[in-house]
């Protein structure tokens, strides 16, 4: 289900509403047939920043416009919903298709793999459309990758920005607390008196 803004988002602030933009691992973000390895780095943005290019933005190679975007996490995440602002001239996906904490996935996982859910994309040039997620299925997630099997008919498809709505849990992945209590104690930590000189001495 695609939500359409019925609202000014300056007023709103939509921008800071359940962003978690700043929760993306965007160093380790990653993409499958993108034209120029690294782009799709450049579709994370803050939301005022959705519609500009001039960072770049993530295309396909010629004559295949399928492509997988991985997208790591700083911190588990619950996602509310997806934004995608796509290319212009029949070259923006016109489907999704989302899969959570799976690593590795490529286009022959993507094909014959049970998706988390799937959208029919909306030529969205101006950024006004989410689409809503099954929030239930969305929770504790580590990691989403994102499956764009065609576009609106061009030989390539273009993404200009991807933007996430959720929540985010303080608590930080790869780093894990361990509290070692000594439940019994280790003999080698504990010498004797003998072994110790700890013995009594006659002083004279």
């Not at 939301?47 to 997988?68: T, Y």
């Not at 950024?127 to 989403?144: A, D, I, M, P, W």
């Not at 929540?167 to 992945?173: D, G, H, M, S, V």
């Amino acid at each position: 289900m695609a939500c359409l803004h019925d609202h000014s988002c300056e007023d709103h602030d939509c921008s800071s509403d359940w962003s978690l933009y700043k929760h993306i691992d965007i160093p380790k973000v990653s993409a499958l047939n993108e034209a120029v390895p690294g782009s799709v780095k450049a579709v994370f943005k803050a939301w005022e920043q959705r519609l500009s290019s001039s960072e770049g933005l993530l295309e396909s190679n010629e004559g295949d416009p399928e492509l997988i975007v991985y997208i790591p996490f700083t911190s588990d995440v619950k996602i509310k919903s997806i934004s995608i602002v796509g290319g212009a001239d029949g070259t923006s996906p016109n489907k999704m298709r989302a899969f959570i904490n799976r690593e590795g996935i490529d286009f022959s996982d993507a094909q014959s793999m049970q998706a988390v859910q799937e959208w029919d994309l909306a030529e969205n040039l101006q950024g006004v459309l989410e689409y809503q997620t099954r929030y239930s299925r969305f929770q504790g997630v580590g990691n989403l990758t994102l499956h764009f099997p065609d576009s609106y008919g061009g030989d390539t498809s273009r993404i200009q920005y991807i933007g996430l709505k959720g929540e985010a849990t303080q608590l930080k992945r790869d780093v894990v607390a361990t509290i070692v209590y000594e439940l019994m104690p280790n003999p080698s930590d504990h010498k004797t008196k003998s072994e110790s000189g700890g013995g009594m001495s006659h002083v004279e």
